[in-house]
């Protein structure tokens, strides 16, 4: 008998509805500024923050590099959210920035799609979807070294993958997408450098103030 029939044969009762699931705690989680995470305070954490030390932010050093959570399948499970998440993403995001539309339409495009994705795999992984998030929650102290691996991992994996349905769905590798081609006759190395370091420090700049400093929780978290 399939589970919860009960609930589809009792006329919808709220008190009925099966439970939801219960989201894992991560500090490093993209939005509401720590909302997801727990006190360390709090001895009731303990046996959590044991299992998954980037639950609270501020992880001590030797918990964050222990490579025993590489055995934690829901680590694993987050990963390959982020793949996902990373892969159909780079695809609608690249189909939509010049491969198909004008650019400022497309630039409208990405920041609708954009937090889309990051509402739908934030609750799994957090929605990272990029690796200088990643890497940068690393050094703040808000993922351990086990996640930040397995997410860069499976992120460039998702782009890697994001490459192969573009050449199917455009059919040919004959293709341009702005920001990701530089014209070498009219950018310098140097110049590209210092393009890309910038726009990536903004990134970082506004995902911890906007979306991880756990400073900014009573702001733009809970109260």
């Not at 360390?40 to 992880?59: F, G, M, R, V």
């Not at 530089?182 to 420090?201: N, Q, R, W």
């Not at 995902?207 to 991880?212: K, P, T």
Request: charge should be negative; include cysteine.
């Amino acid at each position: 008998m399939l589970s919860n029939s009960n609930f589809w044969r009792s006329g919808h009762d709220a008190e009925e509805l099966p439970s939801p699931t219960t989201v894992v705690p991560f500090a490093g989680r993209i939005g509401a500024n720590q909302e997801s995470s727990v006190d360390k305070t709090n001895s009731a954490h303990i046996e959590l923050l044991q299992q998954s030390p980037d639950a609270a932010p501020w992880i001590p050093l030797k918990d964050a590099l222990s490579l025993r959570h590489f055995l934690h399948v829901a680590l694993w499970k987050a990963a390959v959210v982020e793949a996902i998440a990373v892969g159909l993403g780079e695809t609608v995001n690249i189909l939509a920035t010049g491969a198909l539309v004008p650019n400022l339409l497309s630039g409208l495009t990405a920041i609708l799609v954009l937090p889309l994705f990051i509402f739908a795999a934030g609750p799994v992984s957090g929605a990272h979807l990029n690796p200088t998030i990643t890497i940068a929650t690393f050094f703040g102290r808000l993922a351990t070294l086990p996640r930040c691996i397995l997410y860069v991992g499976f992120q460039v994996f998702g782009g890697a993958i994001a490459g192969l349905l573009l050449r199917a769905s455009l059919d040919t590798r004959s293709f341009i997408v702005p920001g990701c081609y530089i014209d070498t006759t009219k950018v310098s190395a140097g110049s590209a450098f210092a393009i890309e370091f910038t726009t990536d420090l903004a990134l970082i700049f506004l995902s911890f103030g906007v979306g991880l400093d756990p400073r900014q929780r009573s702001d733009l978290g809970q109260p």
